[in-house]
């Protein structure tokens, strides 16, 4: 009787033991992924347009586990979104125009990413005699008094922004003027729109590198400290609502700003374009870039 309590009691014991074990290594399964998975990122589309996303959103997804939904638009609309909290992160390229989200409190972070530069593009004829100037605006009022076509993105996007930035400063509004259309698209697609019209529009580097080889457009001015082209990375506040995934968007921003994925900016393009499509600048400070 005594021998039968005691092998009852060890196997008691053991099975005690092994249900431990089941229940820790099940609490660990659950523990190793976000409770939230599910992060909706806006940004603009020149940083899906140029492949850049391509290859850090894969990398994102699979140190974290998180799965990205990446709504690509104008700044303006992505900046929206941050406004109405329908995003959790924001990528975008517009300082002036992030500013008032910090301010009013709809995003709680925002931190430098990278930047590149605004070039304009336009035909190999150069009907408007821009190429090689470093002027911005007078390459604008060139076109401008030549009247020939622009092609607007037209659609509140940092390049919009941008471009309406050095009509103002050329001292000219565009808008009604015959040879000035908006397509209210985005990069890609407008380039692909100014190379069929043989216009000139304003673009980021990135975007025209990635689609140069289906354009019929030539990189006329560039150079100018008015076309430096910043990005940051914001946190859109938690607060607006019980559906932001305030985790997913911290882990988002600490991954751009990581040295790893700095490293992966600065060599993306080179091994194909003979440069780099962005420069990273999580190391610097908005006094080193000029910006705001």
Same mark, same amino acid.
């Given at each position: ?16 033991a092994l249900l431990t074990l089941v ?31 391509d290859v850090l959103i894969p990398l ?78 007078? #390459?604008? *009022?060139?076109?401008? +008094?030549? /009247? %020939? $076509? ?37 990069m890609g697609a407008s380039l692909t ?88 600048? #999580?190391? *610097?400070?908005?006094? +080193?870039? /000029? %910006? $705001?």
């Open positions: 009787m005594k021998s039968r309590r005691l092998i009852a009691a060890r196997w008691l014991l053991a099975v005690t229940f820790a290594f099940a609490a660990a399964g659950c523990s190793s992924g976000p409770k939230n998975p599910n992060l909706i990122l806006a940004t603009t589309t020149s940083t899906q347009d140029s492949g850049l996303l994102f997804e699979d140190k974290t586990g998180y799965n990205v939904q990446t709504v690509a638009v104008g700044t303006g609309a992505a900046l929206q979104m941050g406004v109405d909290g329908n995003a959790d992160v924001l990528l975008v390229h517009a300082p002036t125009s992030e500013l008032p989200l910090m301010e009013n409190g709809d995003c709680i972070s925002r931190k430098l990413v990278m930047h590149n530069d605004f070039i304009i593009v336009g035909p190999a004829s150069d009907p408007a005699g821009i190429n090689g100037m470093s002027d911005a605006a007078a #390459a604008f *009022k060139k076109i401008s +008094d030549t /009247g %020939s $076509v622009f092609i607007s993105r037209g659609d509140d996007s940092g390049t919009n922004k941008k471009e309406l930035a050095i009509w103002s400063s050329a001292g000219v509004d565009p808008s009604g003027q015959g040879w000035y259309q908006e397509t209210g698209q985005g729109i100014t190379s069929e019209k043989q216009g000139y529009t304003l673009s980021d580097r990135a975007t025209y590198l990635a689609t140069q080889a289906n354009l019929q457009l030539d990189i006329l001015a560039q150079g100018d400290p008015i076309l430096l082209n910043i990005y940051h990375v914001m946190q859109v506040n938690p607060d607006k609502n019980d559906q932001i995934n305030a985790d997913g968007a911290k882990a988002f921003v600490d991954f751009m700003i990581s040295k790893d994925t700095q490293a992966v900016i600065k060599d993306f393009g080179v091994d194909k374009y003979g440069q780099p499509l962005f420069f990273p600048d #999580a190391a *610097k400070t908005e006094a +080193d870039l /000029g %910006s $705001v």
